[in-house]
């Protein structure tokens, strides 16, 4: 018997593949016992994959799984200590709901009576009671849903895994579910760990969000450390509503955005560094014009959401999104103020493109798969390898795809107030990054130009 | 009148007018015919002779009853061997599987009468005596298709994900497919019971060509009172066969959900 501090799963460097496309790129994560994990993530990111793994549905292309202290990589399913929870529920449609419930146990050889009480004390833990004999076609979404709950939960698994079990149900009914899965977890003490794309479910139900995109790890953290600190201006746009910023670190707990020096209680970057900066809407002040201010501007649109007014601030060429109980007028001039410890610092993953090339001859240069011209360079002999940048406001892009020297996919976008981050895969799987000030959706085939006085070489 | 076409025409509910007087005239009046032929004599009295003349010959209770044995072998073995054939099919996602497709499908391009004339021809190459069994593994051989293709329609469209429900909930393969997808794919199961029982009650060439006329099915029973001129005794079997053939489909859509659940001829 391991100690309880041991995780009950332990997935070390695990990497999917499926064809030439990489789901889960090198994954690591350690889930203690009796813990509500949720892995977060946009469609596409691999958080289903990574459940499947643990399932035993897939076998991971490299790494390694252990559940309960034992690999499990060449297990499979039915013999793993886990239960799934479907995101179609998965009921079998030829036996009623006892039979249902019932099949994971009549496969234990369960006596009949030991059998009939679990089948109703499961019932019981999802509200079913009497529904025991019940057509599984018959039932409603949710219903069918608590069926599946009993049906994985009556095998007393030591994990249980949820696909998405939620997302097929409307808002009120997801809400009310939310409430009980949470309960149900605090009364088995077993494992959750639940897969959605639902940010706001992730912060309600967790006591550890796992942050994915593109198959990695974002963030690992609890529901406040998430929203709090994000890591990257991914988390932070994905988390929640945010401002997204460049900023310059100055110094420590100085930092500059939108042309204006604020107070922060961040250190340890440097001087003159670039960074990001995240304000929650909710964290800023808004007020009429007054010495207090830090910022002022304009406010350009009110929107009243419920509790509160979703309004954005035109401060200089910056859009500000603020959240407030007070309505402001659109054409107000007002005030806004933000206190230090509000103000979220993070590293800048890059400040320029760098892609790996080879000089072809004195003004072309090979990279991303197209020979661009460039400015002409002396004393370099042909054919040597070299480092690449460009600038993110250097490269253009076109609306008909023809039109630039190679082609791409807008894959995410991030407003920073004042422009779009554009993050382009290329047809030769290269990400290109982008800032824009013209509107594009996810999905956009584009074409990339990249100019020869933007092109600049560093030889190694 | 053009008015009128255009009346007929602008509801599409009218477009079906083709196909009804098509099925009405070949299919629902020669079927009254046959009630109308059944239920006479000869000079049109009513009666009910005919079918007391079936139910006094011992000889022709045993043809039909000998048939339908007949008919529940052919079907039995075409499920044992069509099921797997099926399975194996839905199974492969590689395109060897669509060669295999069209492997099963090729020899319904040929008609059957030619396919049997190659199956008497084959069993004389290989010195195998015709009757009985060379009967059984031609009907088989004939029929299998339209066993195995409503089967692997219907697991084809299976949802995997009852399968990983199953294996979630701690079955091993053997136990998902007798649990899970052998109850799941009965309704494409039933389809090819209706598709080759039905039609091998009632052949005839089949069987004249592959006993040399020794074996006698119920359907060449009928053919010989026709072409004899006993309108009225043959319409009084085929009406037997009939009612037998509408009882099994009765049965076959009886079972629950068997039409529901998506269990489609092809």
Known sequence: MQGENRPIIEISNVSKHFGDKTVLDHVHLSIKKGEFVTILGPSGCGKTTLLRLIAGFHAASEGEIRIAGEEVNRIPPYKRPVNTVFQKYALFPHLNVYDNIAFGLKLKKMAQPDMEKKVKAALKMVGMTDYEYRDVDSLSGGQQQRVAIARAIVNEPEVLLLDEPLAALDLKMRKDMQMELKEMHRRLGITFVYVTHDQEEALTLSDTIVVMSEGKIQQIGTPTDIYNEPINSFVADFIGESNILNGTMVDDGEVIFCRHHFECVDKGFGKNVPVDVVVRPEDVYIFPVSDAAQLTGVVQSCIFKGVHYEMTVLCDDYEIMVQDYHAFEVGQEVGLLVKPFDIHIMHKERTCNTFEGVLKDDCHVEFLGCKFECLPVQGQAPDTPVTVEVDFDRIVLQDDAGDGMLTGEVKFILYKGDHYHLTVLSDWDENVFVDTNDVWDDGDQVGITIPKEAIRLKFV | ?266
Not at chain 2, 28 to 38: G, H, N, R, S, T
Not at chain 2, 44 to 56: H, M, V
Not at chain 2, 209 to 228: C, P, S, V
């Open chain 2, 1 to 266: 009148m053009s008015n009128l076409l255009e009346r007929l025409f602008s509801s599409r509910k009218n477009w079906t007018l083709p196909y009804v007087l098509f099925a009405a005239l070949f299919v629902v009046v020669p079927l009254l015919l046959i009630v109308v032929y059944a239920f006479t004599d000869d000079g049109g009295r009513l009666t009910l002779a005919n079918f007391g003349k079936f139910f006094d010959h011992p000889e022709a209770v045993n043809t039909f009853i000998y048939s339908i044995g007949i008919a529940i072998i052919t079907t039995i073995g075409c499920i044992l061997l069509g099921y797997p054939a099926a399975w194996i099919l839905s199974r492969s996602r590689s395109r060897y599987a669509q060669v295999l497709i069209l492997l099963f499908i090729l020899p319904m391009w040929v008609n059957v009468l030619i396919r049997t004339l190659a199956t008497v021809a084959l069993f004389d190459f290989c010195r195998l005596p015709l009757g009985e069994g060379a009967l059984i593994f031609g009907m088989i051989y004939n029929f299998i298709p339209f066993m195995i293709f409503p089967i692997y329609n219907t697991l084809l469209k299976m949802d995997r994900s009852y399968i990983e429900a199953a294996e979630d909930l701690g079955a091993n393969s053997t136990q998902v497919f007798w649990k899970v997808v052998l109850p799941l794919s009965m309704p494409g199961v039933v389809s090819g019971i209706m598709m080759v029982f039905m039609p091998t009650v009632s052949t005839f060439a089949i069987a004249e060509l592959l006993t040399m006329n020794n074996i006698k099915l119920f359907g060449t029973t009928m053919q010989e009172n026709i072409n004899n001129s006993m309108w009225n005794y043959g319409a009084a079997l085929s009406l037997i066969m009939l009612f037998l053939i509408a009882a099994t489909s009765l049965f076959s859509s009886d079972g629950k959900g068997g039409s529901e659940k998506g269990g489609s001829l092809w």
